[in-house]
């Protein structure tokens, strides 16, 4: 069993920057992959990035690609995304999630753990 919380979410202008992190209990954390999803108001969780066990892998939604970096710290069990020249369409409920086969995943559906979120919001 893990127990995903973010933090670092809030209210941002255009082009700023937001660090989020995900703080993982367990100490089965490091044979994890971890995602980073987001919901919008009316729309569908979709994927971020993602990171494998061994930090060997990263994937980006073309979305994001160039803007965000997401990296892992298996001593301390946490998982990063930082959020660079953030637009008003990345405004979402910002969840991070666990694979327990280690694996880094655009698919939901391969996600086995999830956390409850964190708000961020980019204004224009």
């Known amino acids: 069993q893990v127990q995903l919380v973010e933090s670092g979410g809030g209210l941002v202008q255009a082009g700023g920057s937001l660090r989020l992190s995900c703080a993982a209990s367990?100490?089965?954390?490091?044979?994890?992959?971890m995602g980073w999803f987001r919901q919008a108001p009316g729309k569908e969780r979709e994927f971020v990035a993602a990171i494998s066990w061994s930090a060997g892998n990263t994937i980006y939604a073309d979305s994001v690609m160039g803007r965000f970096t997401i990296s892992r710290d298996n001593a301390k069990n946490t998982v990063d995304l930082q959020m660079n020249s953030l637009k008003p369409e990345d405004t979402a409920v910002y969840y991070c999630?666990?694979?327990?086969?280690?694996?880094?995943?655009?698919?939901?559906?391969?996600?086995?753990?999830w956390g409850q979120g964190t708000q961020v919001t980019v204004s224009s």
């Open positions: 367990g100490r089965t954390f490091r044979s994890y992959g």
């Open positions: 999630a666990a694979d327990r086969w280690g694996r880094a995943s655009v698919f939901l559906s391969n996600y086995d753990y």
